[in-house]
């Protein structure tokens, strides 16, 4: 080769060919033994808040993974700390991350930041990253590692406990009982919250003295929940007990343990259980015998899943959904005890609720070519930390969330190799998620653009999942991409979806025409929508 072609190699990213293992102009070892593009710290941001760090990759453990994704967000709070704690609470509130942990453990960072003016900011989002007893539980946890117990710090758990309607406050109390080594009475009494509200102020001294005869009396008295709770635990029968159930509105976490294999028990809960905790509860309710085929609860529970105003409320998130499918669909829980009869009508439902859960994105009509990265890697990494799904099946199903609204879509698996995927948009994902799983070799993600090459498809836009540990190819992945703009397609795009928080990706920062985003971000299909648009 010439020195010409060589520096256009190794400069233009373009011309011609090097093998993955060699960098290019920019590029940086990713943990596979090849090179990719290093993102910046605020696309980080944005990938450690959806994706986490919990369970770590195939490739680094999570205490290494999360180090150096904290490392990434005290950088953006330098940079600029308010920015960093809006970011934080937009992707929190807009419930586009699988969990909350990682928006929680990146406000308690900024909670100790050395600018009083970004503290400030992230005590004041306390209430809107921490909407329940269970995350403000998770945030003491995380906040106690990187600072003390300060006024500051007391006055914003405060403000969390005054901000909180007494029922609302009542709810959280009864749910959720310990995390992380915490309980709701530990914040309590370190923060001592002030009100002139009578029942918040019952309800602080219950929770702050729950052994105490007055404090029980009071509470009951100023919140309904309460008094229900304590009659639960004096019911004479499980008939007795279901209807106060109902009476009450309690929740599952209000019910002795005993009563808890009683069908009729779940039959009340039904009634007012909130979707998510519905859609968590499928194994249980079906394993009593609640829910089975032809069912009117699992008729009910299809309806409820079907009702698209309820799903948009409840903020689900389409990783929640599809593990639920999953789980529910193959008839045992993740820990094998328990078993049923799954209800087509409900996989079904929760199929559907998976779709809509992304919310409403209209076809783009571009040629789009969705390439999943079905190599080892992709199946030996968890998705959010389940134990259940790794980031092969949830990829998969977020492609297919491409296929089923756009009309000229087209699917390809590739490791070393690429193939179609013979998947109809009709098909239900736990059964297309079983398809994908049938391969797993090693990383190249420059196979898409050279399956696209080979086979002389002219596309508008690759869509590629993938963890970006791509190496064994010998030619890197912008490198296909430009041969194929190119010889096919000068316009074409290319849409890289990351499935895990690692500091890297196979597109740069500076070609318009290319962009990364976090995989299992339930804004994805809008954003890349928008994106292919443009
Ligand atoms: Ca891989």
Known sequence: MSYRNLMKSIFNRGAGAIPQSMKLQ????????????????????????????????????????????????????????????????DVSQSGRAPKNDPALFALALATAHGDANVRRAALDALPKVART?????????????????????????????????????????VKYRQREGWALRDLL??????????ASRALFDWIAHPEN???????????PLIDGLYRLRDAKSVRQAADLIVKYSLPREAVPTELLNEREVWDALLVAMPLWAMVRN??????????????????????????????????MHPVQILLALRTYAQGRGALGS????????????????????????TPTGKRILVAVDVSGSMHGSACAGSKVLNCLEAGAAMAMSFVRVEDQAHVIAFDTGARAVGVSRRQRLDDVTRTFAQWSGGTDVAQ????????????????????????????????????????????????VMACSANGGSVVPDDDARAMGIAGFDAAAPRIVNDFLRS
């Open 26 to 89: 920019g590029q940086v070892p990713n943990a596979a033994g090849g090179h990719y593009f290093p993102v910046n710290d605020w696309v980080r941001l944005d990938r450690f808040l959806v994706l986490g760090t919990e369970g770590g990759t195939y490739y680094a453990g999570a205490l290494s993974l999360t180090l150096e994704n904290a490392e990434a967000v005290l950088r953006c709070l330098d940079e600029d700390g308010a920015l960093t704690v809006r970011r934080i609470v």
């Open 133 to 173: 007893g269970t995350h403000v539980l998770a945030f003491a946890g995380y906040v106690e590692t990187v600072r003390g117990w300060g006024r500051s710090l007391r006055r914003g758990v405060a403000g969390w406990f005054t901000g909180m309607e007494s029922e609302r406050l009542a709810l959280q109390a």
């Open 189 to 198: 009494r370190l923060a001592h919250p002030l009100t002139d509200d009578l």
């Open 213 to 223: 005869g007055k404090a029980i009396a009071n509470a009951r008295g100023a919140a």
């Open 282 to 315: 499928l194994g249980k309710m079906s394993a009593v015998g609640l829910i089975a085929p032809g069912s009117a609860a699992a008729r009910y529970v299809a309806d409820r899943l079907a009702d698209a105003e309820q799903l948009r409320r409840a903020r």
């Open 338 to 361: 328990l078993t049923w009869a799954p209800a087509p009508v409900v996989s079904d439902a929760l199929d559907q609720a998976f779709d809509r859960s992304f919310g409403f994105v």
């Open 448 to 495: 898409p653009m050279r399956y696209a090459l080979d086979k002389g498809l002219e596309v508008d836009a690759f869509v590629v999942v993938t963890d970006n540990e791509t190496w064994a190819g010998n030619q890197h992945p912008v490198q296909a991409l430009a041969r194929y703009r190119k010889q096919v397609n000068p316009e074409a795009k290319a849409v």
